[in-house]
Each structure stands twice: as structure tokens, then as C-alpha cells.
């Protein structure tokens, strides 16, 4: 698979446009079905919060996503190539091991967690927050799509906070899909409005999950906490 990816396309066309196609779908296809969900009224007993968001809420979240997926991640992505390939990443075979995958992706985790812990608080100072952060609060009921939707400087910010680490660390093109694909499964979990018998954060001690974050859109910005964006030690 890999192997046929690499003599079809050049480098630059799939770091770029192959992590876009990569990022597009895996956030679309976790992300709608949340919005089925809600209009459906399935599995509503499992619903964090018992207001529903208006079919034309939904889909003015949906156009100004695409619009900013076109228009600010995907120049992003290509003004940020030049400086993953400085640091050294590369697309050639062998793969690296799932030790080194797994040791990469679970250190981007986590410093990823800190850096937008960080940077999560700083936008609910009140200047930041009435210009910038308030847009991502707008919705107080968040459902799976509503994680990327955001003003595009803070686009900016969470795109870094998502790309230091394979940055410093110049990984394998297969280790950056690999942790976009987890890291977009996680952001759209903690959105979806849903709190399953099956969800991750009952079996997973440290992770935060749909309720831990459902929690920071449901309160007044001051007052809310639950900064991070995976982990639930940075607020303890
Ligand atoms: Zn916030
Ligand atoms: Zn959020």
C-alpha cells in the first residue's frame, strides 16, 4: 500500500495533499455521524446534555469548516512541508517499527496536551476569548464537527500545538498520519455530545474524553476549567 502510494506520488504531494484527503475524511466520517445522532434523537439516554442543536446550526458549522479547511489548514500544510523536511522527515521504505511509531505518537500526545493547556487558558483571558476563543465556544453543545470549528487564529494555534512534536522529532510521513488520524478521533470524541458505556475514558484513567470537555462549553467561560485537550492531570 505504502509502496504504491510512494512511486504514484511525489513527496510534497503527499505529505500535503495526501495528509489533507487523509485529514478530511477521518474528520468527516468520525464527525457526521454525531450529527445524525442528534437529529435521529438515537441513543439519547446517552446524551450529556438535553439540548439539541438546530439543522441550521449544524449546517452553518459544517460551510465555515470547509471554508477553513480550504482556505487556512490546507496553506498551512503547505507552508509548514518545508520545515518538516528540514527536520527531517521522510516517506521512504523500510516503515519504522510500532515501537517508534507508538513511542512518537504517545510523546505528541503529551505534549501536545501541555502546550494547548497552556495555550487553551490564555484564550479564555477576556480579550482573547471575546475575539478569538468565543467563536469554538459559540457552541455550548458541542457535537463531533464543532472541534475544528474555530476562528482561524486560533487554527493557527492548535495547528501548532498539533505539529511541534513530529516537528522537533522529523518522524516518518506513516508516524504523522498515524497520530493526525488518533488526534482527530480524540478531538472529535471529546465534541460529540455523548457519553457511552463504551466510551474510552471509562477504561482510561488519565484521559479525558466526551464529558470531561462537553463540561468546559457547558459553563460561563471564566468559570469553566477542563483546559486540556486529552489528558485530565494538567487541570488537577
Ligand atoms: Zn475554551
Ligand atoms: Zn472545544
Avoid at 25 to 49: H, T
Avoid at 92 to 103: E, N, R, Y
Avoid at 205 to 222: I, N
Wanted: charged content about 10%.
Amino acid at each position: 500500500m505504502f509502496q504504491y502510494l510512494i512511486t504514484n506520488f511525489n513527496d510534497f504531494q503527499l505529505a500535503c495533499l495526501g495528509s489533507f484527503f487523509l485529514h478530511e475524511s477521518v474528520f468527516f466520517l468520525s464527525g457526521l455521524p454525531f450529527i445524525l445522532l442528534e437529529r435521529a434523537g438515537w441513543l439519547s439516554k446517552y446524551k450529556i446534555q438535553t439540548k439539541n442543536n438546530t439543522p441550521a446550526a449544524q449546517e452553518k458549522c459544517i460551510t465555515r469548516l470547509l471554508l477553513y479547511h480550504f482556505c487556512v489548514n490546507l496553506p498551512l500544510m503547505m507552508a509548514s512541508y518545508p520545515v518538516f523536511k528540514l527536520m527531517g522527515m521522510r516517506n521512504t521504505l523500510p516503515l519504522p517499527s510500532w515501537k517508534v511509531i507508538s513511542t512518537q505518537v504517545l510523546f505528541y500526545f503529551i505534549l501536545e496536551d501541555f502546550v494547548f493547556y497552556w495555550g487553551h487558558r490564555i484564550l479564555h483571558t477576556k480579550w482573547l476569548y471575546k475575539h478569538v476563543h468565543s467563536v469554538h465556544h459559540e457552541y455550548a453543545t458541542p457535537f463531533g464537527l464543532t472541534s475544528e470549528y474555530a476562528h482561524p487564529a486560533e487554527i493557527l494555534f492548535l495547528g501548532f500545538a498539533t505539529i511541534v512534536g513530529p516537528i522537533i522529532t522529523g518522524p516518518h510521513l506513516i508516524t504523522l498520519w498515524l497520530w493526525m488520524i488518533v488526534r482527530v478521533l480524540e478531538t472529535v470524541e471529546a465534541h460529540c455530545g455523548y457519553h457511552f458505556p463504551w466510551s474510552l475514558s471509562n477504561f482510561l484513567p488519565l484521559y479525558g474524553g466526551a464529558d470531561f470537555h462537553d463540561y468546559h462549553h457547558r459553563l460561563l467561560y471564566t468559570k469553566s476549567g477542563n483546559y486540556s485537550s486529552t489528558f485530565v492531570y494538567m487541570d488537577w
